[in-house]
Structure formats: structure tokens, C-alpha cells
């Protein structure tokens, strides 16, 4: 199951659990549209794997299984990272 982020790790953008703008990679490494175009080019800079559009949780289901609270975000952000 997913743990549904609330944030991007690049620029700690809050990032609903029903946006459907929201990216991740196979380890759940998650980023805003933005990032994931115009910083990250579809890579995720921590493992190096493809992004891809985080599955949107029915709400009723959000109740049951609730996104996530725990933010992670990198230090520094991601500008560069992939130079
Ligand atoms: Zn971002
Ligand atoms: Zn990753």
C-alpha cells in the first residue's frame, strides 16, 4: 500500500492525496508536477528511476487507509542533482 505522501521532496510543496499531479518513483520517492518536469525530467534524483503518476485513493477509502502525515523532504532541495 502506498504511504501517500503529503509533500514534494524537492520543494515541499504540500501535495493533496487526491491531486492528480503528484509523481512518484518505484520507492515512493514523491514530487510535484513542477519538479518532476521542469527539475527532475522524469527522474527520480534519489534512486535514479522513472516517475510515475501517483494512483489517486477513492476518499471513502482515505478514511479507512489515511495518506501519510510524515514529511520528507531533502536538505537541499533537488536543483542540480541531476547535472
Ligand atoms: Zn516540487
Ligand atoms: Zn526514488
Known sequence: ???LRPNCE???RELAADSADTWICSFEC????DCRTRVLAGRCPNC???LQRRPVRPAKL???????TVRV???DGCAGSHA
Not at 30 to 33: D, I, K, L
Not at 62 to 68: D, F, Q
Open 10 to 12: 524537492c520543494c515541499g
Open 1 to 3: 500500500m502506498l504511504e
Open 30 to 33: 514523491t514530487y510535484c508536477g
Open 73 to 75: 523532504e531533502r536538505k
Open 62 to 68: 482515505l478514511e479507512k487507509y489515511p495518506a501519510s
Open 48 to 50: 535514479g528511476g522513472d
